[in-house]
């Protein structure tokens, strides 16, 4: 039988995780990003596509690209966060599948069936996403997942279709990339939470059949 997860890990995880609003005055080091990245790719997605590009926003000159395309509540949060991740996916990905997946040509899967590339890139995608928060709470992380921006304003800011874009054209197909999520990332300061609200319990969201 695999080992289970020690009682500290799973608090670290779920149940003493929280989402976070204001920040410790903490930098977050690009090697804990790359770290990151090395857990988080490791989940599991199907035929192994790996959609997700994230950009990691780490200067004040990159927050001002993001701040047109913000609700006006998550501005103060994301202008403080030491690092905001665009989650993105890459409706292209199946270009990737040759090395990703060579056991049989599942790029040709995807390639002529644009419908099936974007649902599978988008919900892939947000596995990932959430294999991300994951990683980063593992590695002492807190975490500010938003969704309370404009998509388009981002998606022009940081993926547009141009060679000069934030990925660089050869290694990703920027005007394929769609902005899924955001995520600021720091050390967040407990003595801001809110209380945590409810959960369904067991019996209101899941059957046993």
């Not at 002492?140 to 060679?163: N, Q, R």
Request: with cysteine; hydrophobic share 40%.
């Amino acid at each position: 039988m695999s080992k289970q997860l020690s009682e500290d890990g799973l608090d670290l995880l779920f149940f003493n995780a929280r989402t976070h609003n204001a920040w410790l005055d903490m930098p977050v080091s690009d090697d804990l990003l790359h770290r990151i990245y090395d857990l988080m790719k490791w989940g599991p997605t199907s035929a192994n596509c790996c959609p997700a590009r994230i950009l990691f926003l780490r200067t004040p000159e990159a927050k001002q690209r993001l701040l047109p395309a913000l609700a006006p509540g998550n501005v103060d949060k994301t202008m403080a966060a030491p690092v905001t991740a665009i989650i993105g996916y890459d409706g292209k990905f199946f270009e990737k599948l040759p090395k990703l997946f060579p056991q049989v040509d599942a790029r040709a899967w995807f390639a002529d069936t644009p419908e099936l590339a974007e649902s599978t890139a988008k919900r892939n995608g947000s596995l990932q996403g959430a294999y991300f928060m994951m990683a980063a709470r593992a590695l002492g992380l807190d975490c500010g997942p938003m969704s309370g921006f404009d998509p388009v304003k981002v998606d022009h800011a940081f993926f547009p279709s141009t060679k000069q874009s934030d990925f660089g054209y050869e290694n990703f197909p920027d005007s394929h990339i769609k902005t899924n999520f955001l995520c600021n990332l720091g050390y967040g300061d407990p003595s801001k939470l809110f209380p945590r609200n409810p959960r369904l319990d067991f019996d209101e969201a899941c059957k046993l059949l």
